[in-house]
Structures are given as structure tokens and as C-alpha cells.
């Protein structure tokens, strides 16, 4: 598959300064629904509170993919894991009927950009304990690393509650061995494992990891393995890790390890250099320290300072490199304004941090006026086209009514579509809407996309707010006014069975469970041959 991106950043857009504009990555200066500040880039730290969510549950539908039989033959239609009994759900279509199939009639299967395979001595978990299957049981694949193979296999137990287990084949010859949850039994089996990093190993040693943490384990040694033979990571549009070049969106270089401290730093495919900082986890992701953002010109347009993954300051550039903004992020992600600049290179605020700021953004040239009062931002507009004046931010922000209603509606009407699945499409939709004094909608534009499939079915949904009064208007004392909002629809693929590690959504993690399902692709070379073990 080609990169959305790849193509989106060779074809630039301009606007009429002349600059080179990449889409989907400066997108202008905008504040969302949640009324947070999107300063001129869509940043991979974004994750709103509140969004319409359009999630696709995998493990309840359907999807199209393939799987091979046991003589090698290839069987094509829609597949489903089921959890309860561990078996493939197959239909040739969707007017077939469903059947049963278990691991041992298979050689595995392929759903999207995900390989399972069938993998052996694997702990189930029943009424009185675990107990090893004595039959083959289907896993993903989500690592290999060094000739090793490494599998989770996700299933339910006796209460219904999903638990995984991870599994390794260290060599073609060798056999299934799943890690045990028991800490004496687990410290052999990964001594073994990871017994050439020394690192690792005196983590295991000391208790730091379990099983439960092979994810995270095996992140450290992968990366400890590129980074000692000078390779990178590379990642989809999505920021999903790939081993497919073809796919390649963007990528990271890993430029030191102290202990278990890690400095990425991260690029778009073209070697523009996006952000760089300091984790110590990768399943979840912790930030420590500080992370600096990038213009294009390579100049550093923001910096934020974490404590343990969370956010505790910023401060924002201009493109010649002074000081724009400079605030505290408070627990829920609000921000406290200390200092904000102007092009003279004074203080705009007063001693209670109140006072206003004129902003041309150079990306969509709008004039912007903010207005600040006891160090958070109150106001937020500027004046278009027609001489008419629209709000960002106001007293009374527009907001839709009866929001979970419409989230009812986005789940019953607005579709994953299918070709956006097949290619593990995921993340935000960023629609800008100019919600008029009477309610109704006068514009709709995507400001930041995905694919055309997931943007068309968002606008096809949203073009609703045109005709129908969906949206009580902002105010400002007391009176309607015209307001451009962005709102976000967030498309995410869940599936139990799988995780993925990715960059996307990094920061304030309102639905980490969720992403942590995610995983990344892995071994395509396996898909070449009839087998997968």
C-alpha cells in the first residue's frame, strides 16, 4: 500500500505567501471542541476529551481477509476470532452462512495488515487454573526479533473476563514456549529469552518485569538492537511500526540509550524532522523531560516539559526562534498563560496575566485577536472575508446539542469503511464548522483527514448541520454569534487479539485502554509462503 502520506507530502500545497504547506500537518491556527488551542500544526500529541468516535470492533464483525488450510490452499472471505472458543469464524460472503474453524485445520490467517498463526502448548485458563492446551490454539504475530518469533495469544476465561498470553519460538527447531505468569518460572524462561542483553536481564532479575510486560520487553530489545546496528524505526500513516518500505510515512532514529532511557527523534519521510524527546517505556508510552517540536525550517516552535508522562509546562516559538507563549498544564489539560509575546518581543500581559494579542497565522493568513484574562485564555476571534466577525473561543462556546444522541447516531450511521479497514486507516478527523447565529452550519471542511473513504463518509454524516439545528449557537453577552469550531471524529480499529504500538494520540490518553490494543505489522516475508509456524 502506498502512504497516504508519502504522496500527500511530495504534492504540496501553497498558499499565498508561497509557502510549502504539508496536508494534514500544518493546518492553521484552529481551537476545537474541547476548546484546545490548535496552534498552526496538528501535532501527534493530540487527544481530545470529547470526540464522535467511530470505532470498528473486530472482534464482533466480520472483515475481509484470507486463510490457508492445512494443505497450503488459500480461502479467501470474511473472518472472525471468536474469544469464547478460540475458533475462526469464516462466510465466503456475507450471505453465507458461518462456520467453526479450529487452528489445527489451518496454517493461519490473515485479517488487514494482521497474521495469526497456529501455535502450540499454550496455557488456558478454566474454572480450576491453566492447564497447556493440548491443541493448537491461533495467536498474532508481533515480533521478530533475531530469528525469534513472538505471539500473543488473547482468549476469554471462566468469568468472561479477556486474558492474553505470550508465546515465543526462538528458532524454526525449537518449540512453542509461553512465558509463565509465576515470577521464578518467568525469570528462566526470559533469562533465557533475552540472555545477550545484559540490561534486560537485570531488570528481569530485580523484579521491574513480568509476564504481563512482554509487550514492553520486547520494545526495549528490539530498540537496543537497532540502535546498536544504526537502523531506524518505520512507521505507516497511521504511525503504526511497519516493516513494508512501500508504507513508509514516517520514521525515528533512536540517537542514545542511557539505561532504560531512550532519545528518539522523529522524521517525515522526507528527513523533516517532526519532534524529539526522552522515553523510558514503550508499552505504554512514558515521556520524561522535555519534548521539542519542529518547524520545517528545523527552528523549535514548541517545548513540552513532562514528569512521568504527564505534561507540566510549555512553551511556544515563533519561526525566527523567540518566545511566542509560555504557560502551565494543569492536570485535566488546561493551560495557565505566564507570558505571551508579540512580534516586538515584549510582554503582552500584565502583572494578573491579562491583556490581548493581534497573531497573523502564517499558515491561514487569518488575523487572529486573542484576548487573555488572569492567565487563561477568554476570547479568540478574527474577522472574514465578508467583514463579518467569528469567534474561536467566546463567554457561551457553541456546542451540540443532545451530544450523546448524535454519538448514537454516528455509531448506528457512520460507517468504518471497508477499504479503510483493509488498510488499518486509523486516528483523527478534524472538521472545521461555521456554526451560525441560527444554529445551523454554513460550512464543513476537513482540515485535517485520514483517507478519502474515512473523509467522505465524516462530511456525508456531518452535512446534517447544514439543514438541521443540531447545534445551540455561541453567545456573547447575550446575544448569537457566528463561530468556527473544529470538531473531532475519532476512527478507531479494536481488536482484543492483537496490540499495536504506536506514536499516535501520545499525550493526554483519555482512552489508553484503547489504543494499547493496537499493534503493529510484522513478518510480511510469512505471507509470501502457505505456512505461517
Known amino acids: 500500500m502506498k502512504s497516504f502520506f508519502s504522496i500527500l507530502i511530495i504534492t504540496l500545497s501553497f498558499n499565498s505567501f508561497g509557502q510549502n504547506l504539508i496536508p494534514n500537518y500544518q493546518i492553521g491556527s484552529f481551537i476545537d471542541y474541547n476548546k484546545k488551542i490548535i496552534n498552526g500544526y496538528y501535532d501527534f500529541n493530540y487527544s481530545p476529551k470529547i470526540s464522535l468516535k467511530v470505532s470498528y470492533e473486530s472482534n464482533e464483525n466480520f472483515a475481509q481477509g484470507f486463510y490457508f488450510d492445512v494443505n497450503g490452499l488459500k480461502v479467501n472471505g470474511l473472518l472472525k476470532y471468536s474469544l469464547s472458543d478460540r475458533d475462526l469464524k469464516f462466510k465466503l460472503n456475507e450471505a453465507d452462512i458461518e462456520k467453526s474453524i479450529k487452528a489445527d485445520e489451518t496454517n493461519g490467517y490473515v485479517i488487514g495488515i494482521d497474521t495469526f498463526s497456529v501455535v502450540k502448548n499454550v496455557e488456558i485458563i478454566g474454572l480450576f487454573g491453566g492447564k497447556t492446551s493440548k491443541k493448537g490454539e491461533f495467536a498474532a504475530n508481533i515480533e521478530n526479533i533475531g530469528g525469534m518469533k513472538f505471539y500473543k495469544f488473547t482468549a476469554n476465561g471462566p468469568n468472561g473476563n479477556t486474558y492474553n498470553s505470550y508465546i515465543v519460538k526462538k528458532s524454526e527447531s525449537s518449540d512453542f514456549v509461553t512465558f509463565p505468569s509465576g515470577s521464578a518460572k518467568f525469570k528462566s524462561v526470559a533469562f533465557d529469552v533475552f540472555e545477550n542483553d545484559a540490561t534486560l536481564k537485570e531488570y528481569i532479575e530485580k523484579g521491574k518485569y513480568k509476564a504481563d510486560d512482554i509487550p514492553s520487553i520486547l520494545k526495549i530489545y528490539k530498540y537496543r538492537k537497532l540502535f546498536k546496528n544504526g537502523q531506524k524505526i518505520d512507521y505507516n500513516s497511521s504511525f503504526d511500526e511497519t516493516n513494508n518500505k512501500d508504507e513508509v510515512a514516517y520514521y525515528s532514529k533512536i540517537e542514545s540509550i542511557q539505561d532504560s532511557v531512550f532519545h528518539l527523534t522523529h522524521f517525515f519521510n522526507n528527513n523533516l524532522k517532526i519532534y524529539d524527546g526522552d522515553f523510558t517505556s514503550f508499552y505504554p508510552h512514558n515521556k520524561q523531560g522535555d519534548f521539542k517540536f519542529y518547524f520545517p525550517n528545523g527552528e523549535v516552535r514548541r517545548k513540552i516539559s513532562f514528569d512521568n508522562n504527564k505534561p507540566k509546562s510549555g512553551i511556544e516559538y515563533f519561526e525566527n526562534g523567540k518566545v511566542h507563549r509560555v504557560y502551565q498544564i494543569l492536570e485535566q489539560g488546561s493551560l495557565v498563560y505566564r507570558e505571551v509575546y508579540g512580534d516586538s518581543n515584549v510582554n503582552l500581559l500584565d502583572n494578573k496575566c ?84 441560527s444554529g445551523l452550519v454554513s460550512e464543513l471542511k476537513i482540515i485535517k483527514g485520514l483517507d478519502e473513504a474515512c473523509n467522505k463518509a465524516t462530511l456525508d454524516f456531518l452535512s446534517r448541520f447544514k439543514t438541521e439545528s443540531y447545534w445551540n449557537p455561541g453567545k456573547v453577552d447575550g446575544k448569537e454569534v457566528k463561530q468556527e469550531i473544529v470538531i473531532p471524529i475519532d476512527f478507531s480499529i479494536v481488536n482484543a487479539a492483537i496490540y499495536r504500538n504506536n506514536y499516535y494520540n501520545f499525550w493526554w490518553q483519555n482512552n489508553m485502554m484503547m489504543q494499547q490494543q493496537m499493534m503493529m505489522q510484522q513478518q510480511n516475508n510469512m505471507m509470501r509462503s502457505a505456512g505461517f509456524r
Open 354 to 437: 491579562t491583556g490581548s494579542e493581534e497573531y497573523t497565522d502564517p499558515i491561514s493568513e487569518k488575523k487572529i485577536t486573542y484576548e487573555y484574562e488572569n492567565k487563561k485564555l477568554k476570547t479568540a476571534y478574527f474577522v472574514d472575508e465578508n467583514g463579518e466577525k467569528v469567534y474561536q473561543l467566546c463567554e457561551n462556546n457553541a456546542e451540540i446539542r443532545k451530544f450523546n444522541s448524535l454519538q448514537k447516531a454516528v455509531k448506528e450511521e457512520l460507517k468504518f469503511p471497508s477499504e479503510s479497514l483493509q488498510k488499518n486507516v486509523h486516528g483523527f478527523v478534524l472538521v472545521k464548522c461555521i456554526v451560525e447565529p
